[in-house]
């Protein structure tokens, strides 16, 4: 059987060598039989497990990552669930009873997220969270179906206790642990300013640890809700993925927690109706923080979206005027408080009426995008550049004195009158020349308006030069700068 093909978010997660169909089973088979045995050890006084993540690990991997949907896959985690029981000593028959229920009961999850489109299983709408839910009822239906065989031979209940049980713990356990993984973010590398974490910024995690707290201090059923408000807080001040974390560490806690609670020495005495109630209960509760971590989602998205429309130009994909006037005013006090130098071009393309006049409006904005590629290429990351409006640029280089400028400016100059920009309908491709004003300031003690006038002015100059030139502006008056 072939295996399905790799898809990115794959490749940027796992290393090349694990898409090896066996590789792939045999790291999915050790998950499930360890968290079959965490499972197994959860049980207490001979009841069902209070926590069985390996049905949702199982599903959440196989949804996931699609590469690891392989017969082989499949094969290693039924022998998973059964070797788990084999040290738990369980007897063979009612091994192979459990875990059958477990791998259908996957297999009717899995099935029901093939039939969802594949944009929906990351959670990253609020109605992607209702289609991982109705998932999540198939799958723990279908449990709670063995559950009613199974439940009046293993714990003497009757079939419909015997299906309450194993449908409410099913679906507990999913929603603690299936968003996380669905949620589960690509690997990169981390940036240094992504580990300097603010204080503020842990605030929402310190307050759901108090509440956690004082529910444990409290006590009773009614504590799992003590942490609600402070999840829902989490929601809205952290990734998705933070979430889905923070929410599977409440879940656990709560399950665990009550649990060990109400058990008071034997089987009999264990409220397993309360239990129930609880377990359901808890399983809904905790879909609204990852909801609401949903529609975050999709506002940052659409923020983002807004800012992107607001603040750049769509012809050059350059900041425009207001954006880049914004992040210019932000960056001068920091060097002038550290008496840096720094310098501003600006720029103008030559002749650019008379390219729309003779060429055409598509081929100018074909100028205009090719000059914004040019400077997107060939800037250094900490430069700050945009479109002024027509045909006229500006560029603030932090930390560069006078030398550095002129050389970085003349190298503009020459690549973009060495660029051959074809044009439909004519056989010689267009060559344009754009004209720079520099101007340098060696503290950075100048207001920027002064600076942007003084590069200005040096442009103005440049243009009645002749054009293609770089204009450098002194105290003592404007020079040209000859080519390098």
Known sequence: MTPPPRRAVDAAFLPRGLYRPTTNACL???????????????????????????????????????????????????LGYVLADAMASSPLEQSLLINAGNLVSVAVGYLVFRQITPSMHRLQTPASVLY????????????????????????????????AMWCGTELATGVAVLPMLLALPEWRRPHRQCLQ????????????????????????????????PALMWCAVSYNLFSTTVLSFGVSVWSLVGLAMALQT??????????????????????????MVASVMVTNRALAQRLRLLADQDPLTQLPNRRAFLEAARQTMPSLRKQ???CAVLMMDIDHFKSVNDGYGHATGDAV??????????????????????????????????AQEAATAA????????ALHIPVPGHAVPLRCTVSIGLAVDPHSSTALDELLAQADRALYR???????????????????????
């Not at 003349?410 to 009158?417: E, I, N, T, Y």
Request: proline content about 8%.
């Open 462 to 484: 440049a243009k009645r030069q002749g054009r293609n030139v770089v204009q450098l502006f002194t105290p003592s008056g404007l020079k040209v700068l000859p080519p390098p």
């Open 28 to 78: 999915l088979g050790l998950g499930v039989w360890l968290l079959c045995l965490l499972g197994i050890y959860s049980r207490p006084l001979g009841d069902l497990a209070l926590f069985w993540p390996a049905n949702a690990f199982l599903l959440g991997m196989l949804v996931r990552y699609p590469h690891f949907a392989h017969r082989s896959s499949w094969l290693a985690a039924a």
């Open 132 to 163: 991982i839910l109705l998932a999540l009822l198939c799958t723990a239906f279908t449990a709670g179906l063995f559950g009613m065989y199974a439940g009046p031979d293993l714990l003497g209940d009757s079939p419909l206790r015997g299906f």
């Open 339 to 341: 008496q840096a130098s």
């Open 368 to 401: 205009l995008a090719q000059f914004g590629q040019l400077l997107r290429a060939h800037l250094r990351e900490q430069d700050l550049l945009g479109r002024m409006g027509g045909e006229e640029f500006a560029i603030l280089l932090p930390h560069t004195g």
């Open 410 to 417: 003349q190298r503009l100059r020459g690549q973009f009158a």
């Open 197 to 228: 974490l603010r204080p503020a910024r842990l605030l929402p995690a310190f307050t759901l640890l108090l509440s956690v707290g004082l529910g444990i201090a409290v006590g009773g059923p009614g504590a799992i809700a003590f942490p609600v």
């Open 265 to 290: 020495g034997t089987p009999e005495m264990v409220d397993r109706e309360l239990l129930l109630s609880v377990r359901l209960g808890l399983a809904l509760m905790m879909l609204a923080p990852i």
